[in-house]
């Protein structure tokens, strides 16, 4: 969707390593939310963020940290992966109105 | 815990059809709910719900609001194959407005 892209779009790596997934912005909005999608599960909330360096724990939280230095961009980091963590994960952010939540085009990420 | 029940889970009919979603929740300090459609990548927007008995429409979906006894149902009429995928729905709640998903409903359209 125009307005917030997600990178990588895939990854393999080994587990024990870091990652750090990026959610980037171009309209401004103040909130920022990751989610992760696993079959059987929906999407469950990691953790949010309500403004330069304004975030809080979502529902999944463990295992994974955030930063949001600038508005436009909220990054996803696992500390140090598990298999377990083998998810397809969305940012969205919130618009306001009637609008709903925009999300990003997701990540694949794949923990070996 | 905020708790959002989707059914049926799965659900297989032929083009033309109608078919009726439900969404029910529990959820502390409600702001509104929210209805998408998911085929295989990112959900896509549907339908905001925030008003008690207020249809919402948008071609041949539509959405209704029961606070009182807390569900949603989505309809869509005359399905096409096109409408194959899953429905997802949530709730918005609290003061940063997270959302909590349902596991969706996996709709088939069979022509």
């Known amino acids: 969707d125009a307005g917030i892209t997600q990178s990588p779009r895939h990854k393999v790596t080994e587990t024990g390593t870091p990652v750090t997934l990026r959610c980037h912005q171009t309209e401004n909005h103040r909130y920022m939310y990751w989610y992760r999608q696993d079959p059987g599960h929906g999407l469950r909330l990691i953790h949010y963020s309500y403004g330069v360096k304004d975030t809080d724990k979502g529902e999944v939280s463990d295992g994974y940290s955030v930063s949001r230095s600038k508005t436009e961009d909220f990054l996803l980091t696992l500390e140090s992966a598990t298999s377990s963590q083998t998810s397809v994960y969305f940012c969205?952010?919130?618009?306001?109105?009637?609008?709903?939540?925009?999300f990003g085009s997701g990540t694949r990420l794949t923990v070996v | 815990e905020d708790k959002v029940v989707q059914s049926p889970l799965s659900l297989v009919v032929h083009e033309g059809d109608t078919v009726t979603l439900n969404c029910s929740y529990e959820?502390?300090?409600?702001?509104?709910l929210l209805w998408y459609k998911q085929e295989k990548k990112a959900p896509t927007f549907l339908f905001m719900l925030?008003?008690?008995?207020i249809e919402k429409k948008s071609g041949r979906l539509s959405s209704i609001l029961d606070k009182k006894e807390l569900f949603s149902i989505l309809n869509i009429t005359a399905t096409q194959t096109g409408d194959s995928a899953i429905y997802l729905c949530?709730?918005?709640?609290?003061?940063?407005?997270?959302?909590?998903f349902g596991s969706g409903t996996q709709l088939t359209v069979l022509p």
């Open positions: 925030t008003s008690s008995g």
């Open positions: 959820v502390t300090n409600f702001r509104s």
């Open positions: 949530a709730v918005s709640s609290g003061s940063a407005r997270q959302l909590t």
């Open positions: 969205a952010i919130r618009r306001d109105g009637d609008y709903g939540y925009t």
